[in-house]
């Protein structure tokens, strides 16, 4: 509840979808920024609407909430289903043909067909609320053109946030040709260089942000993602002791690159071991073909249990009522740089973190510094993944599958701090 004695300045805050699931980055902003003197109205995409997401705005925000939606120019359906698939995957090649005219067309990213309407509905909102301050939040990074172009037709001052890399995570960044890719980092550097500020979400990020575009160390900071005690005090986890050793994942289990397959490996390498009804994966997300298709051909579908896509506060309540929470991610070239979202949320919940992820960098030095798990590079392979695994599982039998978290640096990431800094940010102090 916003802090009656503040005097708030309106924000409109501009996001291709909101709520997305009720604790992403910009819906806990939107949701914490009134206690901090900031009141956000709201302006997304109509196309990504919802009945759930309808619900989630009925749920978690307070009635005076204004959102706004615009509509899209045409439509898109093989860019996204490409964009999901490594090259190894089924179809990609097929997807790849079939994508190239709306990646040739809809630049810089397929949610583009949205901006020509949003940029119309944002300056109206603009005038009629009286709105000084924009914050754009990607991705897609194409909505930071709506900022960009309201800075330079009102000159009102913009915040550019930026949830990850743009043009330099290969693993989601596929222009169509190499002049969609010159066109692409011309407006790159176009929105870096016009913004009033940036935000990123890595220190890594942002060195890398002040390095490319020169940008003064004044026009950048550092907000990363985080959690919110809300989503587990509301209702706790059961408490109920468990004769076998669950495995939580909260997420999508499709990314291509992820190490998924190692993962499900020392999963059932150990099960193999210890038996097969003392151990369960217990999965919240997406799940894709291709993840089942493995499930069904290593026979391993009575070792997982699967309870799809849930409002973020119910995902995170079953995966805090599991013994070890499970993080996957890639390892390339800007790998030091990502933080998956669900490492923050693991942090407030008891027992540790496996992550299979580089074993340097922004992510093992957030599980390092907290003292909330271990992280065992996917370079090692199944074995030391199930060894780990095992090493836990042994610890539980004994009742001594602890952590002992350094809870100082856990309030680092409390989204309410981070809110508070935004609000001082869009407040010009």
Not at 201 to 211: G, H, I, L, M, S
């Amino acid at each position: 509840m916003s802090n009656p004695t503040v005097q708030h300045e309106k924000v409109l805050v501009i996001v291709d979808r909101f709520p997305a699931t009720g604790g992403s980055r910009i819906d806990k902003f939107v949701k914490l920024l009134p206690d901090f003197g900031v009141e956000p109205v709201v302006l997304s995409a109509k196309e990504t609407d919802s009945p759930q997401a309808a619900e989630l705005r009925k749920r978690i925000y307070p009635p005076e909430l204004k959102t706004y939606q615009a509509g899209s120019l045409g439509w898109t359906y093989f860019t996204e289903r490409f964009l999901v698939r490594g090259p190894g995957a089924k179809h990609y090649r097929l997807l790849a043909l079939l994508s190239f005219p709306e990646r040739a067309i809809l630049v810089p990213d397929y949610m583009v067909r949205w901006i020509p309407l949003g940029m119309r509905h944002a300056a109206e909102i603009i005038e009629r609320e009286g709105i000084r301050v924009v914050l754009t939040s990607s991705p897609s990074e194409s909505v930071h053109l709506i900022g960009l172009r309201l800075k330079r037709k009102l000159g009102i001052r913009w915040v550019a946030d930026f949830r990850d890399l743009w043009t330099e995570k290969r693993l989601l960044y596929r222009p169509a040709t190499p002049l969609h890719d010159w066109l692409i980092r011309r407006l790159e550097r176009w929105v870096f260089e016009t913004a009033d500020h940036i935000v990123a979400n890595t220190p890594e990020n942002a060195d890398r942000y002040v390095r490319r575009f020169e940008l003064p160390r004044d026009r950048i900071s550092v907000i990363p993602n985080g959690f919110d005690r809300d989503d587990l005090e509301r209702e706790s986890a059961s408490g109920k002791a468990f004769q076998v050793f669950r495995i939580g994942y909260a997420g999508s289990l499709d990314k291509h690159d992820f190490p998924w397959r190692i993962a499900l490996g020392a999963l059932k390498r150990l099960a193999l071991e210890v038996g097969r009804d003392k151990i369960r994966f217990i999965h919240c997300g997406y799940l894709s073909h291709q993840v089942k298709a493995y499930l069904q051909i290593e026979r391993m579908e009575d070792l997982v249990e699967v309870h799809g896509e849930l409002p973020h506060a119910n995902a995170m309540r079953l995966t805090a009522d599991t013994e070890v929470r499970l993080l996957l991610l890639y390892e390339n070239a800007y790998s030091d740089s990502i933080v998956p979202l669900k490492l923050y949320n693991y942090l407030i919940m008891n027992g540790p973190i496996l992550a299979i992820a580089p074993e340097e960098g922004r992510t093992a030095a957030i599980i390092a510094e907290t003292r909330m798990g271990v992280v065992v590079s996917a370079k090692r392979g199944v074995v030391a993944v199930y060894q780990q695994l095992r090493d836990f599982y042994h610890a539980w039998q004994r009742g001594e599958l602890t952590v002992d978290p350094n809870l100082e640096e856990i309030a680092r990431y409390d989204r309410h701090t981070q809110a508070m800094t935004l609000a001082g940010i869009l407040r010009g102090r």
